[in-house]
């Protein structure tokens, strides 16, 4: 029995509540270290199901997270592939990576927010609440992230900044995608939900100072999710 066959027979038991979490920590953690060398091909889908006692689903999402981190690639018709492992730090959507959002959005979504609290039309209003609503209802992964990222280009638009609808709308694809990888991974999706109401909130009622502060938390809350998946502390 090879080391790869050795390992996959080790069984392993995770909590469902973060199966999928979990899963991506494990592979990330075998990659990084090299056990998972470059150029290796990862254990199939069905394989890495039957060792950690998941559904293939769940296995897909952590997959999906380590491609996204830049650690893995897969190919049509072939399997998923191991690249180099430096690069599972350093996250990028495109031209931005994970730290460059962290840092920037709160100048920009914290103020804007502000502003469409005392800014916003009732059909921005509306439109808000729509939007909460049907995240509260959606089940799937990437739904949910669309209407994410409407909500957040929404708001940008109701604070009647064109700079700050520009910025947000500028970096709206990477924003997406970083939704995609914390939605996919531990309990954000709900959490996220629970933030956008106190948002909309506070944009209701017209309160410049509670709807800054509720963005504030709802980013805050965000660089800590992301800085636990690339194993950074938050600041």
Same mark, same amino acid.
């Given at each position: 029995?090879?080391?790869? #066959?050795?390992? *996959?027979?080790?069984?392993?038991?995770?909590? &469902?509540?973060?199966?999928?979490?979990?899963?991506?920590?494990?592979?990330?953690?075998?990659?990084?270290?090299?056990?998972?060398?470059?150029?290796?091909?990862?254990?199939?889908?069905? =394989?890495?199901?039957?060792?950690?006692?998941?559904?293939?689903?769940?296995?897909?999402? /952590?997959?999906?997270? *380590?491609?996204?981190?830049?650690?893995?690639?897969?190919?049509?018709?072939?399997?998923?592939?191991?690249?180099?492992?430096?690069?599972? %730090?350093?996250?990028?959507?495109?031209?931005?990576?994970?730290?460059?959002?962290?840092?920037?959005?709160?100048?920009?979504?914290?103020?804007?927010?502000?502003?469409?609290?005392?800014?916003?039309?009732?059909?921005?209003?509306?439109?808000?609440?729509?939007?909460?609503?049907?995240? #509260?209802?959606?089940?799937?992964?990437?739904?949910?992230?669309?209407?994410?990222?409407?909500?957040?280009? *929404?708001?940008?638009?109701?604070? =009647?900044? @064109?700079?700050? &609808?520009?910025?947000?709308?500028?970096? %709206?694809?990477?924003? /997406?995608?970083?939704?995609?990888? *914390?939605?996919?991974?531990?309990? %954000?999706?709900?959490?996220?939900?629970? #933030?956008?109401?106190?948002?909309?909130? @506070?944009?209701?009622?017209?309160?410049?100072?509670?709807?800054?502060?509720?963005?504030?938390?709802?980013?805050?809350?965000?660089?800590?999710?992301?800085?636990?998946?690339?194993?950074?502390?938050? &600041?």
């Amino acid at each position: 029995m090879n080391d790869l #066959e050795d390992w *996959l027979s080790d069984s392993a038991i995770l909590s &469902r509540k973060s199966a999928s979490e979990l899963v991506f920590e494990e592979l990330r953690n075998l990659i990084l270290s090299g056990r998972f060398a470059a150029g290796s091909k990862l254990p199939s889908e069905a =394989k890495l199901a039957t060792k950690y006692g998941v559904s293939r689903p769940i296995v897909r999402e /952590a997959l999906r997270s *380590l491609q996204i981190l830049g650690l893995t690639e897969t190919r049509t018709g072939s399997g998923t592939y191991v690249l180099a492992a430096g690069g599972g %730090r350093d996250i990028r959507y495109g031209d931005y990576s994970a730290r460059d959002l962290v840092e920037a959005r709160p100048f920009v979504e914290v103020s804007a927010a502000g502003w469409a609290a005392l800014r916003r039309s009732d059909d921005e209003l509306s439109r808000l609440l729509l939007l909460c609503d049907r995240m #509260e209802r959606e089940e799937d992964t990437e739904a949910w992230v669309r209407l994410d990222s409407d909500f957040h280009g *929404l708001i940008a638009e109701a604070s =009647k900044n @064109a700079v700050f &609808r520009d910025i947000v709308d500028d970096v %709206r694809e990477a924003m /997406a995608q970083q939704s995609g990888l *914390l939605t996919a991974l531990g309990p %954000r999706r709900q959490e996220s939900n629970e #933030e956008h109401r106190a948002i909309v909130e @506070a944009i209701r009622i017209g309160s410049e100072a509670e709807a800054q502060t509720a963005m504030e938390i709802h980013l805050r809350k965000v660089e800590a999710a992301v800085s636990r998946i690339i194993g950074a502390a938050p &600041r």
